[in-house]
């Protein structure tokens, strides 16, 4: 039995610490430079990082067949009709035809902002291994939240986070 008890105690340890390295591995860490980007918006414009700062931008990595992405964009949208003229808010879409997120964004009346990603660059820059993975940058370019995935009841949590990075850029 002791001989047991040790090997699924090993195990348990050893499953934990795995865990534990595969989530430092996941999203960017709060405080670091925020890489840049430059992508074409689904209406033809640039969008450049960079020449973002001065507000908050916040980020949701996306895609139209992604079940949890679906779920989580009506909130994007809430938070650009809310928030657009404090906050650059970006839904950026992740190697996905244009026709495509054109028709669905029509479908749905979303009209938020969306960079396409097309060979997914931008969202390995940010560490992006599943979606809807959100990034919160605060107004001088350093990384303030990450969410991975979304669930009921996070929305509150990004808006609060925007609001405090709203309130700090003032």
């Known amino acids: 039995m002791t ?3 040790w090997m699924l105690a090993a195990a348990v340890a050893l499953t934990a610490l795995g865990a534990h390295a ?9 405080g670091a430079n925020a890489p840049d980007f430059k992508l074409t918006t689904l209406d033809g414009k ?5 020449k973002l700062r001065g507000k908050p931008v916040f980020i949701d990595f996306w ?3 992604c079940g949890p992405c679906r779920r989580a964009l009506p909130h994007t949208q809430k938070l650009a009709e809310k928030y657009g003229k404090d906050a650059h808010i970006l839904a950026i879409n ?3 035809d244009p026709d495509t997120v054109r028709q ?3 479908s749905n009346n979303y009209t938020f902002t969306v ?3 097309m060979n997914g660059s931008v969202a390995a820059e940010y560490r992006v291994r599943g979606i809807p993975h959100f990034v919160l940058i605060d107004a001088r370019g350093k990384i303030q939240f990450v969410q991975i995935g979304y669930g009921p009841g996070i929305e509150q949590r990004f808006e609060t986070e925007l609001r405090k990075a709203i309130q700090a850029s003032k």
């Open 3 to 5: 001989k047991r008890w």
């Open 22 to 30: 595969l989530l430092q591995e996941q999203g960017l860490p709060v």
């Open 46 to 50: 640039t969008v450049e990082l960079s």
């Open 63 to 65: 895609a139209t067949w």
């Open 94 to 96: 992740l190697k996905e």
């Open 104 to 106: 669905f964004m029509q």
């Open 115 to 117: 960079p396409m990603d």
